[in-house]
């Protein structure tokens, strides 16, 4: 009985503790739902709140692209082809290499599409009808620098991108291209270049992306002169090209650039040195034999030569497709100075004669003194005047030679020697009949002799001077004759050459291309 009790009242205060129990935990969660009401009722609170702070252009900015993927073309229908307009603006022409034929040059790229996944209502954003975006994020067409002598590692510069409501797209980075262009150096320094930029698609072919160009001529607004070249034509074209790649076409635009040579600094510091060396190469027939410099006048002028040559061909690309214009004169120049040095030196050896000259032979006289001295107005000192009238004064038993006031004695005038002798012979016949044993008329006689013997020696010697000397002097003319008509004659092929070379200029034609006029 009292264990029944106990046992009762232990079951009762099980029952109650449960129950106790129970209602604790039906406490706890009716506390724990209230609090989670609670938190839920804050988020939200806060989450309006965060809402009603962003602007218009973020929300625009994260609905565009919260689905969106730049590796594939912004189009729905995937046979269509997306349509790419390209166009310039170029801002200055930074230079262009002759030697390795590469053209720098800055430009401002103008790339428009339209992206059918950024097209939105501007009213469900306060109205913004475009927006800038990163074009890291969107996708941009692969338009690449065909004829670019650079790497392509680089890339363009990360501009951004404008987005208008409508899907229309333009991007416009700012770019310095490295390009190559064909350089023809025939008519160096007057010449006149044609450079190009070939820009286009590389992976996608015209069916899966359009490339055209967005106008006829490129923008000249913003554009800086160059020093050494002045730009004078401009031409866009659109070309469509088949690879062996592919068998599909692959559309590109190309921009070409006219270019002229502006001559004043090439005029100054190479063509007027030049000319001035070609007309330095006469005063070597100018220059008198007896001062000895002939030859080294001509040397250092052949020398002076070379080094322009040099100056001129650092300048020049390493081709052999064509030469230029001044490299042609400094030749000519450099021929010219080489002649005249041989002919200086055949002159020199013609005026100084060694040991005893021959007689200059008539026809070389005649054509000498009586056809070019006359023709070039010289004075010769054989002829004793000014010639025009060739005399050759010349007996059969001497030659002339001059005296005071230009008086001229035969040497056969010594006649009055002989008829001297002749009376002194008829006296000593007369002496000899009166009795010719006188040894004193016998000295005289002995002594008439030796004198007459001594006078033909020195007739004889004094001949025999006089031609030496006549010899000496008939070629010392000859080379004075030849020295100014080689003069002339290099005078004419000079000026002949400077004139004909060096006006020569290419076709001014510009045709095909927009003529520009800079200011």
Known sequence: MGVNKICMWMCFVYILSDFKSKADSKGNNNMTKTLTANEDKNSLTSRFR???????????????????????????NSSKAVGVGLGLTLTQILDLDEKNQVLTTNVWMEVEWKDEKLIWDRRDYDGTDNIRIPCRRLWLPDIVLYNSVDDYTSGYMPSLAMVYDNGRVFWGPVVRFRSSCKIDITFFPFDDQICHLKLGSWAYNGFQVNVINRS???????????????LIGLKVTRNSVVYNCCSEPFPDVMFFFHLRRRVKYYFMNIIIPCIILSFL???????????????????????????????????????????????IYLMVVLSMSCVSILLSVYILSLHHQRGRPLRCPQFIKIIAFSIFAPLLCLKLRSTG?????????????????????????????????????????????????????????????????????????????????????????????????????????????????????????PEQSLSGFTEIKIK
Not at 53 to 73: A, F, G, W
Not at 216 to 222: K, M
Not at 299 to 317: E, G, H, Q, R, Y
Not at 438 to 448: S, T
Request: hydrophobic share 40%; with cysteine.
């Open 50 to 76: 965060t809402v009603s702070n962003i602007s218009s252009e973020q929300r625009l900015m994260t609905d565009l692209l919260r689905k969106y993927e730049n590796s594939v073309r912004p189009i729905y």
């Open 216 to 230: 006829e001529t490129v923008d000249l607004s913003n554009y800086v002169d160059n020093g050494e070249w002045k």
């Open 281 to 327: 190469c006469l005063a070597g027939f100018l220059l008198p034999p007896e001062s000895g410099e002939k030859i080294t006048l001509g040397l250092s002028v052949l020398l002076t030569i070379t080094v322009f040559m040099l100056m001129v061909a650092d300048k020049m690309p390493q081709t052999s497709e064509s030469i230029s214009l001044i490299s």
């Open 385 to 505: 005047h000014v010639t025009g009238k060739y005399k050759r004064q010349e007996n059969k038993s001497s030659t002339l030679f001059k005296k005071d006031k230009q008086e001229m004695i035969h040497l056969e005038g010594i006649k009055e020697h002989q008829n001297f002798e002749e009376e002194l012979d008829h006296l000593l016949s007369d002496s000899s009949l009166n009795g010719g044993s006188d040894p004193v008329l016998k000295h005289y006689q002995d002594k008439q002799n030796s004198v007459n013997e001594l006078i033909q020696w020195l007739h004889k010697k004094h001949n025999l001077e006089c031609l030496e000397d006549m010899s000496f002097q008939e070629w010392r003319d000859v080379a004075f004759v030849i020295d100014r008509l080689l003069f002339v004659i290099f005078l004419i092929v000079t000026i002949a050459a400077t004139a004909g070379i060096l006006s020569l200029r």
